[in-house]
């Protein structure tokens, strides 16, 4: 059985390619806090509503294929990552990294997200 926390990102993770709204907008209610944070390098995304716009916006793009992960999910008694990667029809994927925190009832409060892969040290 896992854990709140895995149960929690892998309902996002399912949302996040959830074409049917409803369905998608039940996932988010299951494992987003209302008040959630997305933050990236240059924006946060502030509550589930506008997390909900955003995926919305991702799943309208004609060249997505789909959204899939990369690594395992990694989670400790509040935290999680992963890898993921948006794959387009046009050769054109977007890796990302996520790390983020999950609330008491549950719920993601914050999810941190990185685009891109890391470069290794020695190419920095």
Do not use: H, Q, W
Not at 52 to 71: C, Y
Not at 99 to 123: K, N
Request: aromatic share 6%; hydrophobic share 45%; proline share 3%.
């Amino acid at each position: 059985m896992g854990s709140i926390v895995d149960a929690a990102v892998k309902t996002y993770i399912d949302a996040a390619s959830e074409r049917d709204p409803e369905k998608r907008a039940a996932m988010l209610d299951a494992c987003f806090a209302a008040d959630g944070r997305v933050v990236s390098r240059s924006r946060e995304i502030r509550g589930r509503a506008a997390v909900a716009d955003e995926i919305a916006k991702l799943l309208e793009d004609p060249l997505l294929v789909r959204v899939r992960v990369l690594s395992v999910i990694d989670t400790g008694n509040t935290t999680f990552r992963f890898r993921s990667v948006v794959e387009r029809s046009d050769g054109k994927n977007f890796e990302f990294f996520d790390a983020g925190e999950v609330d008491p009832a549950g719920r993601i409060s914050l999810l941190l997200t990185f685009a891109g892969p890391l470069r290794d040290a020695a190419d920095a």
